[in-house]
């Protein structure tokens, strides 16, 4: 028996779906934690997926 299911959305081409990272500045706050960024893919812009309007450019043309 088949199952209809919808198929996920395309990973990042650029970060491979691994959209965020968290990147240390360098030294301690004042309270003694770590000083700490999260970076996000610029592609995607952290969602780690493809958008559609980039589907539907590449398929505009044909
Ligand atoms: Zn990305």
Redesign the pocket.
């Known amino acids: 028996m088949t199952q209809h299911t919808v198929p996920p959305a395309p ?9 965020a990272a968290k990147v240390t500045l360098g030294g301690r706050a004042h309270t003694g934690a770590l000083r700490i960024i999260t970076a996000h ?8 997926k493809q958008f559609a309007r980039r589907f539907a450019a590449t398929s505009a043309g044909r």
């Not at 990973?11 to 959209?19: E, I, M, N, V, Y």
């Not at 893919?41 to 780690?48: Q, R």
Request: charged share 10%.
């Open positions: 990973a990042c081409p650029d970060c491979d779906g691994f959209s893919c610029p592609a995607c812009h952290g969602t780690g």
